[in-house]
């Protein structure tokens, strides 16, 4: 999945979501819903205030939140898409 496939999933551009990953900006509640359902997470586990890694059951760095999460999620989509 691409970030193109995501905003497109979104309903918003790719510009948008790079905002989002780049803490520049939130998603609507509309926008935040489409994202958890495209990334496959529950609304709470994205806003958790300490949400587990993907890999592991070690807690994210102190103070990171839903943008963290946004990150790691697109940066592991991409990776993926280059494999």
């Not at 999933?9 to 905002?19: F, N």
């Not at 609507?28 to 359902?37: T, Y």
């Not at 592991?76 to 898409?81: K, R, S």
């Amino acid at each position: 999945m691409t970030l193109a496939d995501i905003a497109r999933e979104c309903g918003c551009t790719a510009q948008a979501v790079v905002k989002w990953e780049s803490d520049k900006a939130m998603p609507d509640s509309r926008k935040f819903l489409a994202l958890c359902r495209v990334l496959d997470v529950s609304a709470e586990w994205l806003m958790a205030p300490e949400p587990l890694d993907f890999h592991s059951t070690d807690t994210a760095p102190q103070g990171r939140h839903a943008k963290y999460w946004v990150r790691a999620a697109l940066e592991e989509l991409a990776q993926e898409a280059r494999n």
